[in-house]
């Protein structure tokens, strides 16, 4: 059974940043990517950034400059440093994990940019 445990999530100001990081544990082979999706109320899941098991990465041009993603291959982690964060940025925030022929997603954490 594969877990994907998600930590970081929170209330900041606007201009702040929040660093999210994902741990993925179980029977895992062959990861693909792993990365980071959000929904906003009342809208569709959106994909926030992506980084492959060879170190390319994706990301949405909403937060190009501003959130960079990382990963850890021997310790199936994935972290999001999200910076300058606005109010627009708030949502649940998933993880994502894809192997060979499987994806996989985490609960969620609650990701609110507010004054």
């Known amino acids: 059974q594969v877990q994907l445990m998600e930590s970081g999530g929170g209330l900041v100001q606007p201009g702040g940043s929040l660093r999210l990081s994902c741990t993925a544990s179980?029977?895992?082979?062959?990861?693909?990517?792993m990365g980071w999706y959000r929904q906003a109320p009342g809208k569709e899941r959106e994909l926030v950034a992506t980084?492959?098991?060879?170190?390319?990465?994706k990301s949405a041009d909403s937060v190009k400059g501003r959130f960079t993603i990382s990963g850890d291959n021997a310790k199936n982690t994935v972290v999001l440093q999200m910076n300058t964060l606005k109010p627009e940025d708030t949502g649940v925030y998933y993880c994502?994990?894809?192997?060979?022929?499987?994806?996989?997603w985490g609960q969620g954490t609650q990701v609110t940019v507010s004054s």
């Open positions: 980084i492959t098991s060879g170190g390319s990465t």
């Open positions: 994502r994990m894809e192997t060979l022929g499987y994806g996989y």
């Open positions: 179980g029977s895992i082979f062959s990861i693909v990517t």
